[in-house]
């Protein structure tokens, strides 16, 4: 599966293509890239937001043009995760609201950037190799929506899809609390405001499934007003 970035940054592009998942990965500068990129039948595309403030029309529109079904090329419009600092706050919900898939927030880690990168690859192509993603001890298969964990044998626990990528959301921000608004939009994208009771729910089904309890190492708490938190508690089998 073939990886593009878009970045004028080499130390961003050198990061990119470190990680496994681009192992087939090309590099694009300027809005035109976007073009570039999608004759090139890149599958993933990550756009790294600096230095393009200047273009948000143009980029905008490029997004759009590619979520106008049917594309021009009769083919199927690649996955966009946006690399986004802080003081693009504006430009990230317009691009947003443009089609762009997911987003991480600067300063980037490198784990990370990797498990977004499988999830988006999984998305775009699911009969590709690379269906099992590994976070915290963890192993996610996405195509049998199950998960197991390699130092609790007697775990192995089928999944919804948002229950896997809830999951994989709580243990990606391992020790960071999470707003219920940023998991409403991780998970529920742009669907109609969800209830709280709905992600409430959803929190505790996974953190039943996966045992996310202090005797297995973990500690999933509410944050009082907020959402939640995931944390490691220092003892457990993981």
């Known amino acids: 599966m073939k ?5 004028s940054s080499t130390d961003c592009v050198a990061l990119l293509r470190q990680l496994p998942a681009a192992r087939n990965c090309s590099a694009y500068v300027g809005v035109d890239g976007l073009t570039a990129a999608r004759l ?24 759009r043009a590619w979520r106008e079904p049917p594309s021009q090329d009769g083919g199927i419009a690649p ?3 946006l690399l ?5 706050k504006d430009l ?9 898939d997911d987003y991480l927030i600067k300063p980037i880690r490198r784990n990370e950037l990797a498990l977004r990168l499988e ?23 996405l195509d049998r929506l199950r998960v197991s964990c390699l130092e609790r044998p007697s775990l192995d626990a089928a999944l919804t899809r948002k229950e896997s990528e809830l999951a994989l959301l709580l243990l990606e921000h391992l020790g960071r609390p999470l707003s219920r608004a940023f998991i ?19 929190v505790s089904r996974v953190r039943s499934k996966l045992g996310l309890k202090p005797e297995h190492g ?14 490691r508690t220092g003892s457990g089998a993981g």
């Open 218 to 231: 973990y500690k999933l708490a509410t944050v009082y007003g907020y959402g939640y938190q995931l944390e």
């Open 84 to 88: 986004a600092s802080p003081v693009h």
């Open 79 to 81: 996955a966009v995760l």
């Open 92 to 100: 990230l919900q317009t691009l947003r609201a443009a089609g762009a």
């Open 119 to 141: 999830l988006l690859s999984h998305a775009a192509d699911p009969q590709a190799e690379g269906s099992v993603v590994h976070s915290g001890g963890f192993v996610f298969d």
């Open 3 to 7: 990886i593009g970035i878009l970045s």
């Open 184 to 202: 409403q939009e991780r998970i529920w994208g742009t669907e109609p405001e969800v209830p709280t009771r709905t992600i409430d729910t959803h």
């Open 40 to 63: 090139e039948g890149v599958a993933v595309l990550v756009i790294d937001l600096d230095g393009l403030e200047e273009q948000a029309a143009p980029l905008e529109a490029g997004l």
